[in-house]
């Protein structure tokens, strides 16, 4: 990166104040997902999929895991993210995995702050405005959008290094096709280099090296084992209306008052800073954060990417470029970038024991093993069973022999029963029709996700309750049989 080393480093006795903000913007990410724990609704299908690939040494193409959707073709767009995880996973246990976040943690800042650099921003706005970047997404979930933000910020740094290397630009391309194997925001990519395109050629330049790469980009997306399908899976994925009304982090933030008073105040950070500068900088670039904005307005999910398109916009206008009229240099400094550089070692000591696949309870999200350790009891070989949809993705990995009915992978699931298990979930009316349609003698209830049907299958006589902790209960339906094994799916 364009980074000088003196500037930013120690160039005589003791270290600028400005190397302290720097430490905190690049340190603190990777600390603080070392001290979260890890949640499993995504991480542990995830994984399960990657072993899956691991042990037949083929692509994952139907659905293995529920008896809603057995054998159904399955576009497992994310695949090379899986076979990822699951090697870090067979290797390393949930440490590597807590490892892997706390990487892609420091990546996606170290990209950020260096773009911010890059469009000619000092070291203490630049560390500021990754700090902002990174306020929707500390401590958040590993999966495999995690791999798409770490390229979203690699695409961002290329581009804002494209006029002064322009020879770094064509790098873009392998990312994309590295990118459209690991996670469907691939297609931003494409947006940042096109808007790139644009931009040379306002400011008269030519364009036309950032116009081959943008081809050859968008063209290298379709070397996956899908090839093209990948686009439509995409677009039709986050634009499907059941999913934006049944699962909240596709709905505008708006419905969620923390993200939505985080979402707004930025949004008019961002209003107030275009009236302020809009002469500043050429039309493409305040076109590019108004389309990430629509993106922002259109799901939480997308809080990410926006956050970090306004970050890198706001350092390429005049604030972030002067200089600071003091950056003292002492001792203290010194001592306040070690702490920041202690803090993720100290964060990851707790991961140590958990080198294996013991699963350390205390640190996971979704993960009731107590009751895991209770089903596998119950639960007659290969038998399938009714569960929470949030606990899904945690039994596939630690019931591989237990087919579930719903899980979070909601492009795979059918709609009706999406819709049925919400409507469960929440003991909506006609939710005893529905469970009874589902023909389970299991049947497993989170606490969490699902208090009123805990309140609601109370009353109903036909289930009996068997076990129950904190996390959950499990009950068993009176006078039904085990439901037989799943046949296997015949070769994709």
Known sequence: MSEPGARDGIDGPGVRLSAVWVAAALLLPPAISLASRLTTIDLAYTVRAGQVMLATGDVL?????????????????QWGAQVMLAGVFGGLGWLGLALVRAALAAAVAVFTYGACRAYGAERRPAAWLTLLSWLPHLGGQLRAQFFGLLLFTVALWLVAERVKHPRRLPWAIPLLLVWANLHGSFPLGVVVLAFAWIEDRVAGRSGRGTAVVTVLATLATFVTPFGPRVWPYTIELSSDPLIRELIPEWQPPWTSIPIGILFFATVAIAIAVFVRNRRELAWPAWLQLGVFLVLGLSSMRSLFWWLIVLAITLARLPWARRPATADPRNRLNVALVGVFALLPLIAAVRWLPYGGNDAPEHLLGFAPEPLTAELREILEPGEPFANPQAWGSWFE???PDHPVYADSRIE????????????????????????????????VIDRLTQPDLVDAIGSNDAWREVYADEDGIVLVREGRDPVERLPPCPPS
């Open 61 to 77: 193409r139907v659905d293995l895991f529920t008896f809603t959707a057995h054998c159904d073709p399955w576009l497992n767009q």
């Open 397 to 399: 990995l630690t019931l």
């Open 412 to 443: 795979v699931v059918p709609d009706d029963v999406l819709r049925s298990s919400f409507t469960i979930q929440r003991a909506d009316p006609g939710w005893q029709e529905e469970l009874d349609a589902i023909g389970m003698r299991v049947l």
